[in-house]
């Protein structure tokens, strides 16, 4: 136990220290690398009989080796091509070139498959695939076939910023509300316009143009078919916190009073429907 204890001690540092690259995408030596580091550990762990020191010697060697390998292939492309290998071009302008693939031992079937992992069926309308040295096929489609985008149409849009999430497990996140510049009370408002309370809801994000994504803890809440009743309450308490919010935005007092009128109207109406006070 007190070996293995050490064992999973030190494959975590030697893990933490060689980088994210070891649990991602890997190249021929970190692929070794690995392999060979959970080799050791397991001997390290089961073997009794073997000096507990020697394991810790081979386990020091397989860790410095490959650190230092790193930190020397950041300055010499040579030892990155030879130690990571590099990149080969499989199709250029819709051709697919075949030495290329007898190269690298890949097959049509395989190259088409990869092709279908990327969403594309045609080999005619890809400008260039690549092999990279991690194993992954990168494709460009041509210039015809690459989907719209908003720079094409002629589309001025702001930058896209990170979602807000303003509630989790039923509770509200008061620093992610204020981090989106919105309060409490509109937040509110908005569930009642779902015709829901924050209890209900399980995750709740706003996104650009303080669009609200509701999840509920009850995932069919947004499926099932509301009685005419509560459809007709859901739309009354929405028409509620609109005519409150045109009150508020309203630029003369005489808007302004008959927005809030209407408001206190629709809230007697819900009240009568609904059989209780609604504030």
């Not at 060689?18 to 073997?47: M, P, R």
């Not at 697919?96 to 005619?124: C, G, H, P, W």
């Not at 990279?132 to 094409?152: F, I, N, R």
């Amino acid at each position: 136990m007190l070996r293995s204890l050490g064992a999973i001690f030190m494959l975590f540092v030697v893990t933490r220290v060689l980088g994210k690259k070891q649990i991602s995408q890997l190249s021929l030596f970190e692929y070794v690398t690995g392999i060979t580091l959970g080799e050791l550990a397991g001997f390290l762990s089961t073997d009794i009989e073997a000096h507990y020191l020697h394991g810790v010697a081979a386990l020091s060697l397989w860790f410095f080796i490959p650190l230092t390998l790193e930190y020397t292939t950041l300055k010499s492309k040579r030892l990155r091509h030879l130690f990571e290998g590099k990149g080969r071009v499989m199709i250029r302008q819709g051709k697919i070139l075949e030495d290329n693939l007898r190269r690298e031992r890949y097959t049509a079937d395989e190259l088409l498959e990869q092709l279908r992992a990327k969403s594309v069926f045609k080999v005619a309308d890809v400008e260039f695939a690549m092999l990279e040295a991690s194993g992954e096929l990168s494709v460009l489609l041509k210039k015809d076939k690459q989907p719209l985008t908003v720079e094409d149409v002629g589309i001025i849009s702001g930058p896209d910023s990170l979602p807000h999430t303003v509630i989790m497990d039923g509770q509200i996140n008061d620093e992610e509300l204020a981090a989106s510049s919105l309060s409490r009370e509109w937040l509110h408002k908005e569930l009642v316009k779902l015709n829901a309370t924050v209890d209900n809801v399980f995750l709740a994000q706003v996104g650009d143009s303080n669009k609200l994504y509701v999840d509920f803890y009850d995932d069919g809440k947004g499926h099932k078919k509301e009685k005419p009743q509560a459809e007709l309450l859901a739309t009354l308490r929405k028409c509620t916190a609109d005519m409150d919010s045109l009150a508020r935005s309203s630029g003369t007092i005489e808007a302004r009073v008959n927005y809030e009128e209407t408001a206190a109207a629709l809230r007697e109406a819900v009240q009568k429907l609904s059989g209780k006070a609604y504030k």
